[in-house]
């Protein structure tokens, strides 16, 4: 919204040396938030935050403004000049109203006016329209917008003699198929989501929002009716969204208005008319309509408003600010007892106590407030192992294994799902962000593959990995009374290099980060059934019996999508509330006290048949070995003319006593025994 | 027959060149490991008359022997030649591979530390979540104009009518998932929930799709907007490492009351303005009590009970500590951006 200086200083002197800046800051600071302020030679233009006026339906307007700055600075807030009385008018004038919408219209008045010449507005307010963002038209629409920017009341003018003899001024709901061309010149098809101002055959506005363009203000318009009406918040909200159509009438309707501000609007109105166009007669005014007009009271009492501030403020500075702002206070020298909102506060802004603490604290300044600390409670602390472990899953696969965390989207793209044959996917927004990422990822996969093209072209090898949430068909449970989707918290990562090296640098991660969850009993099996994954080379990772994921080196095809056609890449993706595996602490790694004695190492190197793999070599040598064995790793596998060469370090050592070579003879003997009878060759 | 000779010249000449172990263990293999031609050949000895045996392996070892001791005496000079050779300060040391954190991940981690300080416990929920905890609990009233400045991305169902609980959304904010844990634990208690949100607009140097909220709240008996102060002051010290300047002005949002914005004095500018802030102040997080309703909606009698709320936009607090100029940085994954943290 924009704010003329020159409109609010109609009812306000501001106090000397307080400029534009200033204002800006003020209202910052109290009320609401001023996205900036532009200084010219005549006026200085206020750019209002709409957002922050959500809730201030008595903020959209020079007037109100010019209260809350009155309020501000305690200077008087001057009157404006309105015209009669609406009950003066004994005489209706030549028209009738119909409310046929009970509540969603609680007042409408109608005022026929003839005399009229149409003609150009004068200077001022051409000018001060400007200031507030409107162009000038004619002397009577300008004169209905002035009051919309100055009072906050929409307004809209009929030419009386195109709405037939005798006026009818139905306000109804639009019936399924009615079409009406608004004043921007577009037809709209209608239904009963519409209220609409009729006369007696066709509606002639959208109530609250647009006026019709057959029945508008046009040069020749002698004779008008006058409409300043009240229309509820959620049935303007409704049509306006139905429409989709904003207008400066629309967007204050549904901030609530008060019928009160109905009569206002409607006596300002015939003033300026009275005032700016020669010859005008007010032939009659109609006042139909029912609303409750009962004052809002809200008992507080100081104790509530120190407890809820934290600090003590003074009583007179209390109803001073509340007064100063139009409240009425009801107190003795004690105590506050009870507090009326002004009618122009109470459609829903301010309706319990907790309200007016705003009103107070905002207005003696938040920056006053001094920072308390609070007293507290030493309540036990509950160890929470999936955030700890989150945090240190991190750092290992970051700060120890060189890999690079990314956070990406949510949802996936169609494109890359289709490349790795990853399905749409389960959930599928109403509203997507793009056609190409209707769906919420099933898989961190997609997007990570999507990282991976966009740096290969920049580095030659790296590694990234996210921890984040997909989305699957399913049912999970969280706290709360709705019944929500699976979405289980994955962690992936993606190793890219010159050749296969890269799987093993990705299973030695895996087997760090199944170290750091202290997991146990681990196996990998063959074929992980993702399509993208090269075959022979996927794997799915089992823990004390159930899967937790999967890795394997990503297939030709897809890698040449990814620019890769000529490097390695290997993908993991395991679940990361399967990886914590219902454990609630982690247990610390048992120490293992220092040998005293000093290991002997023996290496072995043998020919191995074909299919046979390194886990069961593992497992034939330790179980042929003796306590003694302590460790057994591999150091060199190779295939040469299509015979598998392995070499083993065996690592002997005894906790009594130095173990010498006779013994570790018959022990690799035991060994190298064992393999030969498997038929290996012993080199 | 082997030329014995030109064998060890070729390996002689060979080893005048090696500088390094590396290279050493690289020539031993070549000339006298298990298959070098040297001892392929006196291993082929083993099947040849006596008479050549004889002449043959005495040469063929006396030329092993040779190269074995040359061997034996390069490792010295090599060893003698690095401890002599000066050590060039200067030259670049080989720095370790170390991957990286994400900004975001970065200041999470520093916020978590400061509540944990401050006795805060860390909770998470849905990322899918439903109108009923995202509006319907939060005192947004129904068809009232703030429900569209949430700008939700709806989850499609089978049922396109659904409402409140049934109706699904990527939450838009982190705050329902307080309604959550309020339903479920007992008063007082503090607790924060950092996590992503989502909203459909427009993207741009400032505004993101996915972005990272960090929240708070405290229900206790007496939680006061000046207790509330203590707080904003604890977590913006904390990131930026130095003390802060801060205002706190009104702003509107419907599950808390009041509710209000807290503005940092810029820190590139020191308040003096600058493009990164324009007036000198930039704004950091909203917060507020919660509003009775909320209360109400999270099982908690408001006669008794108060709070506060903070929320911080980690994406915001990462830019400015870190001086990053895009938000959609963020998102990019690109390399270039991430390894700098």
Known sequence: ?683 | MIDLGALQRAAQEELETVRTNEGLESWRIKHLGRSAALMLFLRELAGMPLEQRKEWGSKGNAVRKELQELCEQRVHEILVASTTQSIDITQPGMRPNIGSLHPITRVKNDLNDAFKLLGFEVYDGPEISSEGYDFDALNFPPDHPARESMDTYWIKTKNSQSQGAKKLDLRPHLTGLSVRYMQTHTPPFRFVYPGRAFRSESTDAGHEQTFYQYEALVVDEDISLSGGKVLVYTILERVFGKQVTIRMRPGFFPFVEPGFEIDMQCLQCGGEKCSVCGDGWVEMMPGGPPHPNVLRAGGIDPAKWQGFYINIGLDRLAMMKYGINDIRLMHSGDLRFLRQF
């Not at chain 1, 963002?133 to 002035?146: K, L, R």
């Not at chain 1, 959930?427 to 990282?451: D, F, H």
């Not at chain 1, 992980?528 to 159930?546: H, N, T």
């Open chain 1, 1 to 683: 919204m924009r704010l003329s200086l020159n409109i609010i200083k109609k009812y306000i002197d501001i106090p000397r040396g307080i400029t534009p800046e200033d204002i800006k800051q003020s209202l910052s600071r109290s009320t609401v938030e001023v996205e900036s302020v532009e200084v010219g030679e005549s006026d200085a233009v206020f750019h209002i935050d709409n957002k922050s006026l959500t809730n201030r339906p008595d903020l959209w307007s020079h007037y109100g403004m010019a209260r809350e700055l009155a309020a501000l600075y305690g200077c008087d807030l001057k009157p404006f000049s309105l015209y009669g009385n609406i009950g003066d008018f004994s005489v209706p004038g030549d028209l009738s109203i119909e409310l046929k919408a009970g509540d969603l219209c609680p007042r409408y008045i109608g005022a026929v006016i003839d005399g009229i010449t149409v003609a150009e507005s004068p200077q001022w307010l051409r000018e001060a329209l400007v200031s507030a963002g409107i162009a000038p038209i004619n002397n009577i629409v300008d004169i209905t917008n002035y009051v919309l920017v100055e009072v906050g009341q929409p307004l809209h003018a009929f030419d009386a003699d195109l709405l037939g003899k005798p006026s009818r001024i139905v306000v109804r709901k639009a019936k399924k198929g009615e079409v009406v061309t608004t004043l921007d010149g577009v037809s709209r098809k209608l239904d009963d989501n519409v209220l609409v101002v009729a006369d007696s055959v066709k509606p002639i506005a959208v109530a609250g929002i647009m006026g019709g363009a057959e029945t508008g203000v046009q040069d020749g318009t002698h004779a008008i009716v006058l409409e300043s009406a009240n229309f509820s918040a959620p049935q303007v909200r409704r049509a306006s969204q139905f429409l989709n159509l904003k207008t400066e009438s629309s967007i204050r309707f549904e901030k609530a208005l008060h019928p009160w501000l109905a009569e206002i609007g409607m006596r300002r109105a015939l003033q300026l008319i009275h005032e700016l166009v020669p010859g005008a007669r007010v032939l009659g005014v109609r006042d139909e309509g029912h609303f409750i007009d009962k004052e809002r009271v809200i008992d507080i009492d100081h104790r509530f408003i120190t407890r809820k501030i934290g600090q003590h403020i003074d009583q007179k500075r209390i109803i001073s600010i509340l007064e100063g702002l139009g409240f009425l206070v009801s107190s003795n020298q004690d105590d506050i007892s009870s507090v009326t909102v002004p009618w122009w506060r109470s459609t829903g802004d301010i309706t319990i106590p907790e309200d007016l603490i705003e009103e107070i604290a905002r207005m003696y300044g938040y920056d006053n407030l001094k920072p308390q600390e609070q007293r507290s409670l030493l309540r036990a602390a509950h160890y929470q192992i999936e955030f700890e472990m989150e945090k240190r899953l991190k750092e290992v696969l970051a700060l120890g294994c060189g890999m690079h965390e990314v956070l990406n989207y949510p949802w996936s793209d169609a494109a890359m799902n289709k490349v790795l044959g990853t399905g749409d996917g389960d959930w599928a927004m109403v509203n997507p962000p793009a056609p190409e990422y209707a769906y919420l990822q099933t898989t961190l996969a997609p997007n990570i593959m999507k990282n991976v093209r966009d740096n290969v072209r920049f580095f030659d090898s790296f590694a990234l990995f996210e921890c984040a949430r997909v989305f699957r068909q399913g049912v999970q449970e969280f706290h709360g009374k709705d019944e929500l989707p699976l979405q289980p918290k994955m962690v992936a990562g993606v190793a890219v290099g010159r050749d296969k090296k890269v799987f093993a640098r990705l299973k030695g991660i895996i087997e760090e980060i199944l170290s750091v969850f202290r997991c146990e009993h681990i196996e990998y099996l063959p074929d992980a059934q993702k399509s993208f994954l090269e075959p022979e080379s996927d794997m799915r990772i089992k823990v004390s019996g159930s899967e937790i994921g999967y890795m394997g080196l990503v297939d030709q095809g897809v890698r040449n999508t990814l620019d890769c056609s000529k490097k390695q890449v290997a993908f993991f993706e395991l679940d990361y509330v399967a990886l914590i595996g219902g454990r609630t602490f982690l247990a610390p790694q048992p120490f293992s006290p220092i040998p005293k004695y000093p290991p002997i190492l023996r290496d072995i190197s043998y020919f191995v048949p074909n299919g046979v793999n390194a886990d069961s070599v593992q497992k034939m040598i330790l179980g042929a070995a003796s306590g003694k064995l302590r460790r057994h790793e591999f150091f060199d596998i190779y295939v040469k003319d299509g015979n598998k060469s392995m070499s083993s370090h065996l690592v002997f050592q005894s906790d009594e006593t130095t173990l010498t070579d006779k013994e570790i003879d018959l022990e690799v003997g035991e060994i190298t025994e064992v393999l030969q009878k498997k038929g290996f060759k012993i080199r």
